[in-house]
């Protein structure tokens, strides 16, 4: 299997109430690595930029303004199948429909506050690790 590496973003309504530990734990015991982390504030020029593929969607306004809300945690995650097995991981986008013992599923308020992003392929992974990290940042 390919070693891969993914984006994963803990979002503001999760590091507000000190998740930040807790998920990263589930990610470390599913086998992932944390091969870079940092705690920011998105400006809306960021998150507008970093969520523009989603503009023109309904909720792109709501999805800024929460992003915005509060520190986010943006991390680069390795390993085998790194974004499919995150994906796993963090569960259904609809914390009502996400697998029990999924980051959603457990921590997620709604559909909007999360609690985490996930990159959804391969190829976003790759741009959305670049939009936050250079190079020399992955350790």
């Known amino acids: 299997m390919p070693i891969e590496k993914t984006l994963s973003i803990i979002k503001p309504d999760a590091t507000k109430r000190n998740l930040t530990?807790?998920?990263?734990?589930?990610?470390?015991?599913?086998?992932?690595?944390?091969?870079?982390?940092?705690?920011?504030?998105?400006?809306?020029?960021m998150a507008e930029k970093f969520y523009e593929v989603h503009k023109d969607r309904p909720f792109y306004n709501d999805l800024i303004d929460f992003m915005i809300s509060g520190p986010v945690v943006v991390q680069v995650l390795q390993g085998e199948n790194a974004v499919k097995l995150n994906r796993i991981i963090m569960g259904a986008t609809n914390p009502e429909e996400a697998e029990e013992g999924t980051i959603r599923n457990e921590f997620a308020e709604s559909i909007e506050a999360n609690s985490?992003?996930?990159?959804?392929?391969?190829?976003?992974?790759?741009?959305?690790?670049?939009?936050?990290?250079?190079n020399i940042e992955l350790i």
Not at 22 to 42: D, P, T
């Open 21 to 45: 530990g807790l998920i990263n734990a589930k990610f470390e015991k599913s086998g992932l690595k944390i091969i870079a982390q940092k705690r920011l504030q998105l400006t809306r020029s």
């Open 116 to 134: 985490v992003h996930g990159s959804d392929s391969l190829e976003n992974a790759n741009a959305e690790i670049t939009f936050f990290f250079a």
